[in-house]
């Protein structure tokens, strides 16, 4: 059974950056194709970044492309999210994903594992 853990939110300024990181364990991380999501208060949950197993083909959703990169570490069992340019509109909960079956989907319930989520605020 894989583990997500998500650390690295907090409260930030319109324009600061943080660095979202994702720590995986119970399984063979490199098996699993990573992605993250967001959900704010009232709205659904929605895609953010996906990436592959082996760390090609990165996708970030349009609202975030230019802005948010996601990366992966197999050997240290961890995916980040590296997030600039910070916007108030950015402000929600965010998630990191598992699934085994590689290829990319922003289809929340294709993803098999869930982390519990890390809050991110952006507010003057």
Do not use: H
């Amino acid at each position: 059974q894989l583990r997500l853990v998500e650390s690295g939110g907090g409260s930030v300024q319109p324009g600061d950056s943080l660095r979202l990181s994702c720590a995986a364990s119970g399984g063979t991380f490199s098996s699993y194709a990573m992605a993250w999501f967001r959900q704010a208060p009232g709205k659904e949950r929605e895609f953010v970044a996906y990436i592959s197993k082996l760390g090609s083909n990165p996708v970030a959703a349009d609202s975030v492309k230019g802005r948010f990169t996601i990366s992966r570490d197999n050997d240290k069992n961890a995916v980040y999210l590296q997030m600039n340019s910070l916007k108030p509109e950015d402000s929600a909960v965010y998630y990191c994903a598992a699934k085994g079956a590689n290829g990319y989907t922003a289809t929340s319930y294709m993803y098999n594992y869930w982390g519990q989520g890390t809050q991110v605020t952006i507010s003057s």
